[in-house]
T-cell receptor, first 115, second 111 residues
Framework: DTEVTQTPKHLVMGMTNKKSLKCEQH?????MYWYKQKAKKPPELMFV???????INESVPSRFSPECPNSSLLNLHLHALQPEDSALYLC??????????????FGQGTRLTVV | SQQGEEDPQALSIQEGENATMNCSYK?????LQWYRQNSGRGLVHLIL?????REKHSGRLRVTLDTSKKSSSLLITASRAADTASYFC???????????FGTGTRLTIIP
């Protein structure tokens, strides 16, 4: 199984809503990532978890809250978002640096629209 | 910003021709990777070249790396309509899992 599964595929939320994005992988990868991608732009790194601990936070606003409940799951909790947060949110996983592999496997993304 | 730059931003070629895209980066790297993205969905890993390698091949793909110039190139030979996509380079740092993407090249193959 070389898949990273993201749910939901599409999400429309109001600025006062709370929602969560979910990501799952069963490849035994120990690093998991959240990226944000605006149209015609490259993916921008938001967070990296390594061995279920947050290892990189790219100065992301606190309205985005990541969570790694176990080695297979990664969540991104959303609260009080702004319309400019509308984007494609991509989850990825890799073996991890200490295991010699940073090749990332990506999910198909969640297209988020904030209204 | 540590983001890499790619050129050209967009490239249109006839089917069967070769496509070359270039990537530059700013930091010391552990490896450099190339990804393809179709229609704004998930990215697919194409090839990885380590910092101590100069050239690597995979099928119709050829990647070069020049660490002295902090640059890499991706060559796709005998292009096909299905190669139409956005291509991104991404560099990985030493010591952690940070993977930083370049600005990307939008490739269009004209049948």
């Amino acid at each position: 199984d070389t898949e990273v599964t993201q749910t939901p595929k599409h999400l429309v939320m109001g600025m006062t809503n709370k929602k969560s994005l979910k990501c799952e992988q069963h490849m035994g990868h120990r690093a998991m990532y959240w990226y944000k991608q605006k149209a015609k732009k490259p993916p921008e790194l938001m967070f990296v978890y390594s061995y279920e601990k947050l290892s990189i936070n790219e100065s992301v606003p606190s309205r985005f809250s990541p969570e790694c409940p176990n080695s297979s799951l990664l969540n991104l909790h959303l609260h009080a978002l702004q319309p400019e947060d509308s984007a494609l949110y991509l989850c990825a996983s890799s073996q991890g640096y200490t295991r010699g592999g940073t090749e990332a496997f990506f999910g198909q993304g969640t297209r988020l629209t904030v209204v | 910003s540590q983001q890499g730059e790619e050129d050209p931003q967009a490239l249109s070629i006839q089917e069967g021709e070769n496509a070359t895209m270039n990537c530059s980066y700013k930091t010391s790297i552990n490896n450099l990777q190339w990804y393809r993205q179709n229609s704004g969905r998930g990215l697919v890993h194409l090839i990885l070249i380590r910092s101590n390698e100069r050239e690597k091949h995979s099928g119709r793909l050829r990647v070069t790396l020049d660490t002295s110039k902090k640059s890499s190139s991706l060559l796709i030979t005998a292009s096909r309509a299905a190669d139409t996509a956005s291509y991104f380079c991404a560099h990985a740092n030493f010591g952690n899992e940070k993977l930083t993407f370049g600005t990307g090249t939008r490739l269009t193959i004209i049948p």
